[in-house]
């Protein structure tokens, strides 16, 4: 098991390498009232990452709604008395 994943991180380390070598290229960014210029492959995986971290906050937010729905019906419940 320590091998499999040990290959499947040498592939991923590998396609990442491969990825940074080809976008390389200096682009120009313009957001709001900033400008400034960066590697195309550092843009993309910053913004994987942000959206990576959105993701992973909202999806605990529904999370905890869903949850704290059904903690609320199971005192509900419990409160009167039933199963």
């Known amino acids: 098991m320590k091998r499999i994943r040990?290959?499947?991180?040498g592939v991923a380390a590998a396609g990442l390498l491969?990825?940074?070598?080809?976008n390389i290229e200096t682009i120009n960014v313009r957001f709001l009232f900033l400008d400034?210029?960066?590697?195309r492959?550092?843009?993309?995986?910053?913004v994987f990452f942000v959206?990576?971290?959105i993701g992973w906050i909202l999806s605990d937010v529904v999370r905890g709604?869903?949850?704290?729905e059904r903690v609320a019906g199971a005192e509900r419940v419990a409160a009167a008395g039933g199963s």
Do not use: E, K, T, Y
């Open 6 to 9: 040990l290959a499947i991180g």
């Open 18 to 22: 491969v990825f940074l070598i080809q």
């Open 36 to 39: 400034f210029s960066m590697p």
């Open 41 to 46: 492959a550092v843009l993309i995986l910053v």
């Open 51 to 53: 959206g990576a971290v």
């Open 65 to 68: 709604r869903v949850l704290g």
